[in-house]
């Protein structure tokens, strides 16, 4: 996109294959490319003078009736490029090694290689170019040199086609290889999250800032909002753009331009990722396995090194957890301690250079992107570390480990895994039925959490029940929202209530009012309330069938009205008092005394009035009449008109 943005109407999406261009310095790459496709990727005034290339330059390669997009991403040979050249070099599908036939294999040649091993490259081909200025012996001797070099690669078997960009000579069969190539490439899985680390910005008059670069995954329409990571920054996209057409949107695979709505160009670069909002979290940790190449120099804990990533180079220190050192031709599990903050996924490839001279010395996968700081040596981590280098099975499982106290459904897992949600809602299902997760009803989608974890926290809320009851045995029970606010370190709110409502459920736990207590738990006071409460009761007691006003008790017992409240709610709750009414309270054993009587009475005479009442149990008409409204309250009797009989 380096010009006005089209409006001509959409072609057909092909899958795009992206093939990296990668050798030394005037080694004929961009020469080569351009005449294979008619286009010089050198577009900058700056690389046109000097001959090389600068940016990375993205050139398709159109052939009727074929059924993938070629896209070249032709990159810098020069050695203070290197850079420039692992940006494009992440995502591409396939390599076209270019060597130059009176040259051979120089310096870049070997260090780009290396770049396309790390990454995981496993398809391409070898273009000898400049066979015009080589005789055929020559020739011979360059293909047995690049065949050595290649030995034992994913080139070792790899078409070798002595090339001309002068005379033409080798570019019809060039362009079969390449076409055959673009078959056999096998596309990478898309997650469905839109994914798209950004290797060009530039601005286009009368449109603004437009950002560029290959989608890993998802895909993206006008219209949509996405966010520029690790900065945070929302954008809308105001236009898409394929091969320099307008389109309606534009998915996994494709070279694809964005154009954004109010976004200054000065907040966007290259190494940034556009994604869709919340699917990344910024880091400064990422545990990694790393190999070295074997000529590299061992590497040490807290070495400074260049990590490129996406298209972002970042410093960073390495710490090596399971090894002193790390030696040519080893691989070890690594964390990164960055200086300054990236995105990334597991199984996402990245390359690390020496900070100063600037080298390539190895390269691997990212594993978990958001890590807690490790202790070196620590079995238990470097065990969680290794599940993400297992099956898709062993990774989910890790997901769900590491959120330990945080619940998650399996869409939340696929997102941090970077994998398609039904993929990981197969394999949480099998978690289940193992064991090995455990089920939390949510409002919405179900969420899940570790057996382990589940325990854990099974343990831990009954134990504070138990300190709870143990510090306050004048309680019932504990309160749910006390509970809740001691747990709420340990586990989300779905979680705890789902565990609350299992130890219930089981009666490990009862139910006590707007508390849980053990079965059989009940409320003891401490000696001085116990003595209160007992001076209390001995009044109630004492009182028989007429017992005082609340306030009067106060004023006789000479006692504080909450200290007077306190024993009276203990009496109340454990069932020595009973509240008739809400101004006449009786001792259990008076109202018990009463209430034999009049069933004894309704027995032989079958009603009763308030006055037959007042006369049978030799009280006044007000308590006659809440001793019998409350024995309707307990449906011991009922009432009939004006009398009362037997329920």
């Not at 055929?136 to 960009?165: K, Y």
């Not at 329409?221 to 996209?237: H, N």
């Not at 009414?581 to 009786?586: G, L, S």
């Amino acid at each position: 996109m380096t010009g006005p943005i089209s409006i001509s109407d959409s072609m057909p999406d092909k899958q795009h294959v992206i093939i990296g261009t990668a050798g030394h310095i005037d080694h004929g790459k961009s020469s080569l490319v351009k005449a294979l496709t008619g286009t010089d990727p050198d577009s900058l005034p700056e690389e046109k003078a000097r001959g090389l290339t600068i940016e990375l330059g993205f050139v398709f390669l159109d052939i009727p009736d074929y059924e993938r997009q070629i896209v070249f991403i032709d990159v810098p040979g020069h050695e203070k490029l290197i850079k420039t050249m692992v940006a494009g070099a992440s995502h591409i599908n396939a390599a076209m090694l270019v060597i130059a036939a009176d040259e051979g294999v120089a310096v870049q040649t070997r260090e780009h290689f290396d770049i396309l091993r790390l990454l995981g490259i496993k398809r391409g081909l070898i273009a000898l170019t400049k066979s015009d200025l080589v005789d055929p012996s020559r020739l011979d001797e360059v293909e047995r040199e690049v065949r050595n070099f290649v030995m034992g690669t994913f080139l070792e078997s790899a078409p070798i086609i002595p090339v001309s960009a002068v005379t033409g000579e080798g570019l019809d069969e060039l362009k079969a290889a390449l076409m055959d190539i673009g078959r056999q490439v096998e596309l990478p899985e898309d997650s469905g999250i839109f994914r798209l680390p950004i290797d060009r910005v530039f601005t286009v008059h009368g449109f603004g800032t437009v950002i560029a670069g290959t989608i890993l995954s998802g895909e993206v329409r006008a219209g949509d909002r996405i966010e520029i990571f690790p900065d945070r920054i929302i954008a809308k996209v105001r236009g898409v753009q394929v091969h320099k057409e307008k389109r309606d949107l534009s998915g996994i695979g494709n070279r694809t331009a964005l154009n954004l709505q109010d976004i200054d160009k000065d907040l966007v670069r290259r190494g940034q990722c556009a994604a869709a909002p919340g699917s990344l979290s910024p880091t400064l940790r990422l545990d990694a396995r790393l190999r070295l190449l074997p000529s590299a120099k061992e590497i040490k804990t807290r070495d400074r090194l260049r990590l490129h990533i996406g298209t972002d180079e970042l410093i960073a220190r390495v710490v090596l957890l399971e090894a002193e050192k790390l030696l040519p031709g080893e691989s070890a599990l690594v964390q990164f301690v960055l200086e300054s903050p990236a995105v990334a996924l597991p199984l996402d490839r990245f390359i690390i250079r020496t900070f100063s001279p600037i080298l390539t010395v190895g390269g691997g996968e990212i594993l978990d992107p958001t890590p807690e700081r490790h202790k070196r040596f620590d079995a238990t981590a470097i065990e969680g570390i290794r599940r993400f280098e297992g099956p898709l099975e062993a990774r989910v499982e890790q997901v769900f480990r590491k959120s330990q106290k945080r619940s998650l459904t399996p869409d939340e897992a696929a997102i941090l895994l970077g994998k398609r949600a039904l993929a990981v809602r197969e394999v949480v299902g099998k978690l289940v039925e193992s064991g090995k997760l455990m089920r939390v009803p949510a409002d919405k989608d179900d969420r899940f959490l570790p057996s382990g974890a589940w325990a854990t926290l099974k343990e831990k809320a009954l134990a504070a029940v138990r300190k709870y009851l143990l510090a306050n045995p004048h309680r019932p029970s504990m309160p749910d929202a006390d509970l809740k606010s001691q747990l709420e370190r340990e586990a989300d709110e779905p979680s705890m209530r789902s565990v609350i409502d299992e130890l219930a459920a089981q009666k490990t736990l009862v139910r006590v009012e707007t508390g849980l207590a053990f079965p059989g738990h009940e409320a003891r006071l401490r000696p001085r309330e116990q003595e209160l409460a007992d001076r209390v009761e001995a009044i109630y007691r004492k009182a028989g069938f007429e017992p005082p006003l609340e306030e009067e008790v106060v004023r006789q017992m000479h006692l504080p009205l909450n200290d007077f409240r306190k024993a009276l709610g203990t009496l109340l709750k454990e069932g020595r008092l009973v509240r008739l009414d809400p101004r006449i309270i009786y001792h259990r054993e008076s109202f018990e005394r009463a209430k034999s009587s009049i069933l004894d009475f309704l027995h032989l005479r079958h009603e009763i009035t308030i006055a037959g009442a007042k006369d049978v149990l030799r009280m006044s008409r007000k308590f006659a009449c809440a001793v019998l409204e409350y024995l309707d309250k307990i449906q011991a009797t009922r009432r009939k008109g004006d009398v009362h009989v037997l329920k």
